[in-house]
């Protein structure tokens, strides 16, 4: 059975700092992973989809990597900005059903 | 181009009623997804529609909840009878096909709560 797990669960810093989001998996046999964000009492916004055969995807001041055979992904958001605070989901697809296991989340607060 | 959209937004109803929630995916999504969010953690596959055939309903707690996605467009959950335990978010998603390069696009979701 997959489990995604988050670190760390929580995570406050200052305007401008680059961070550092982490996420890891048990199950090395996926198809790709997801990084979304959810704004509160909102739904889910995909951000970066990284393909198993990829090793990272950038989009902006998001860089995502993927380490398939240590089970580990990475979120790099570059100046952060106090609109990206949110809660950050890590997610991946794998199974007959391309099904996607959540990991828990990371609440990131950017501070003015 | 418009999103997956859900309603209602959110639902208070007392233990042991009924609920029912809709869902609209995105036009020409192949498969529809409901997860369960509960507060602090990750959503949780209920039901995965490809078209109007269930493909995965292996989290379904099957003795309350029932789902159908008639003419493979939109798709209804419902929970009878709800429980304390049933208060989270109810999000719909859908994706063109179910695939390796598939993207799943979210709706705002509803959020229950039940007395």
């Known amino acids: 059975k997959q489990e995604v797990t988050q670190i760390p669960a929580a995570l406050s810093v200052p305007e401008g700092e680059n961070l550092v989001l982490n996420c890891s998996f048990t199950d090395s046999a996926i198809y790709n992973l997801q990084w979304f964000r959810q704004d509160p009492g909102k739904g889910l916004t995909s951000l970066l989809l990284i393909q198993s055969s990829q090793r990272e995807q950038t989009s902006g001041r998001l860089n995502a990597s993927l380490d398939k055979s240590s089970g580990r992904s990475t979120l790099y958001i570059a100046a952060s900005q106090p609109g990206d605070s949110a809660t950050y989901l890590c997610?991946?697809?794998?199974?007959?059903?391309?099904?996607?296991?959540f990991g828990k989340g990371t609440l990131l607060t950017v501070n003015p | 181009e418009a999103g997956v959209a859900q309603s209602p937004r959110y639902k208070i109803i007392e233990k042991r009623q009924s609920v029912a929630f809709w869902c609209n995916p995105i036009?020409?999504?192949?498969?529809l997804y409901w997860y369960q969010q509960i507060l602090g953690q990750g959503p949780k596959l209920l039901i995965q529609f490809q078209n109007n055939g269930v493909v995965d309903d292996s989290q379904l707690p099957k003795d309350r909840f029932s789902a159908e996605r008639l003419k493979g467009v939109d798709s209804t959950l419902k929970i009878q009878p709800a429980k304390l335990e049933d208060s989270a978010v109810y999000l719909c998603?859908?994706?063109?096909?179910?695939?390796?390069?598939?993207?799943?696009?979210f709706g705002p979701g509803t959020r229950l709560t039940v007395l």
């Open positions: 036009s020409g999504h192949a498969t």
């Open positions: 998603a859908s994706s063109y096909n179910r695939g390796t390069r598939d993207e799943q696009f």
């Open positions: 997610a991946v697809c794998g199974g007959s059903n391309y099904k996607l296991t």
